[in-house]
């Protein structure tokens, strides 16, 4: 199940992010970016890094 969440970020950050997501292919739109680097962030988090 997927929730519908809105953020505000800093313009650099949303610029850099939208140029990944254009070069890396890697992401599939902004969503894909934030999902992966949340997933990310959580793991670290949980293993102590």
Not at 28 to 33: A, E, L, T, V
Request: aromatic letters at 10%.
């Amino acid at each position: 199940m997927k929730f519908k969440l809105s953020i505000s970020v800093e313009e650099d950050t949303i610029y850099g992010i939208q140029k990944l997501i254009r070069e890396n292919k890697a992401y599939r739109n902004k969503s894909h970016f934030f999902e992966v680097a949340a997933e990310k962030l959580i793991s670290e988090a949980e293993n102590g890094k």
